[in-house]
């Protein structure tokens, strides 16, 4: 059974830095696509930021472009997510998600991932 646990969650202010950790469980992530999606209070679940297989390939929301990086260390069986320049709308729950199909471009559309994480608090303040 696959399990996904984030980390590295927490509070700071506009402007700083998070680095969130996704370990996964119960599967090699090698050929698989990673996704992270967040979700703030009222708001719908939305896409931030995906990433091929082989880590070549990378997708991001117009939001975080140019402040978030995801990466991945398939030895660890990790993916991350690098946020910088943090603003007090990236505040959210932030979850992570394995794709079910082995695609070649990591999809923004949380339909494609079955798998998801519990989520870890991410508060931005201003």
């Known amino acids: 059974q696959v399990q996904l646990v984030e980390s590295g969650g927490g509070l700071v202010q506009a402007g700083g830095s998070l680095r969130l950790s996704c370990k996964a469980s119960?599967?090699?992530?090698?050929?698989?696509?990673m996704g992270w999606f967040r979700q703030a209070p009222g708001k719908e679940r939305e896409f931030v930021a995906a990433?091929?297989?082989?880590?070549?390939?990378?997708n991001y929301a117009d939001s975080v472009k140019g402040r978030f990086t995801i990466s991945r260390d398939n030895a660890k069986n990790t993916v991350y997510l690098q946020m910088n320049s943090l603003k007090p709308e990236d505040t959210a729950v932030y979850y992570c998600?394995?794709?079910?199909?082995?695609?070649?471009?990591?999809?923004?559309?949380?339909?494609?991932?079955?798998?998801w994480g519990q989520g870890t608090q991410v508060t931005v303040s201003s």
């Open positions: 990433i091929g297989g082989s880590g070549g390939i990378t």
């Open positions: 998600a394995l794709d079910r199909e082995t695609r070649w471009y990591p999809s923004g559309n949380f339909d494609a991932y079955d798998y």
């Open positions: 119960g599967r090699t992530l090698g050929t698989y696509p």
